[in-house]
T-cell receptor, first 110, second 113 residues
Framework: RKEVEQDPGPFNVPEGATVAFNCTYS??????FFWYRQDCRKEPKLLMS???SGNEDGRFTAQLNRASQYISLLIRDSKLSDSATYLC???????????FGAGTTVTVRA | DARVTQTPRHKVTEMGQEVTMRCQPI?????VFWYRQTMMQGLELLAY????????DSGMPKDRFSAEMPDATLATLKIQPSEPRDSAVYFC???????????FGDGTRLSIL
């Protein structure tokens, strides 16, 4: 079983729509959670950290459910520029390594 | 903004040649990671360092790959001899203390002919 699993998508949505997707992680000892964004042929970039109580950054909302071991990302009022692959990233308590999901592709159309 | 710097950005070479990729982590970051990304495999961790000491290189083919960190401002990844299957994008990332997020460089796009 992979450490981090994501629905690959693609999620094709019109501008202005809301899109949400989850990822699940297998290591219950995981302590830190992040969403990264990767554009085609570019490096992954940190989108936001995910906190236990959930957090929001503009149009982006992240949630963590430790009991069910999943995290979610919701994008409101989606823009064309939100088109990218979103990587779910998790690390464990005693390890500096990050485990990356394979990514969820989002395409926002005009 | 502080950035991770990788060189070269692109490298095309023939099979059997030595390839050296370099990374300058963000100043003050004490963990450095090397990843490889292909369309088929996604992002794979090859090796990582903390305070310049190698902590884990289990993701790296030992017979041809080597990773070093000669000083706090330079990490290197070498492939010798290179093979066509090594063609990929190689990313370096650095992170701060504890479970801080990692920041990636632009990557080296490597093509082995």
């Amino acid at each position: 079983r992979k450490e981090v699993e994501q629905d690959p998508g693609p999620f094709n949505v019109p501008e202005g729509a809301t899109v949400a997707f989850n990822c699940t992680y297998s290591n219950s000892a995981s302590q830190s959670f992040f969403w990264y964004r990767q554009d085609c042929r570019k490096e992954p970039k940190l989108l936001m950290s995910v906190y236990s109580s959930g957090n929001e950054d503009g149009r982006f909302t992240a949630q963590l459910n430790r009991a069910s071991q999943y995290i979610s990302l919701l994008i409101r009022d989606s823009k064309l520029s939100d088109s990218a692959t979103y990587l779910c990233v998790v690390n464990s308590a005693n390890d500096y390594k990050l485990s990356f999901g394979a990514g969820t592709t989002v395409t926002v159309r005009a | 903004d502080a950035r991770v710097t990788q060189t070269p950005r692109h490298k095309v070479t023939e099979m059997g040649q030595e390839v050296t990729m370099r990374c300058q982590p963000i100043l003050g970051h004490n963990t450095v990671f090397w990843y490889r990304q292909t369309m088929m495999q996604g992002l794979e961790l090859l090796a990582y360092f903390r305070n310049r000491a190698p902590l884990d290189d289990s993701g790296m083919p030992k017979d041809r790959f080597s990773a070093e960190m000669p000083d706090a401002t330079l990490a290197t990844l070498k492939i010798q001899p290179s093979e066509p299957r090594d063609s990929a994008v190689y990313f370096c990332a650095s992170g701060g203390q504890g479970n801080q997020p990692q920041h990636f460089g632009d990557g080296t796009r490597l093509s082995i002919l």
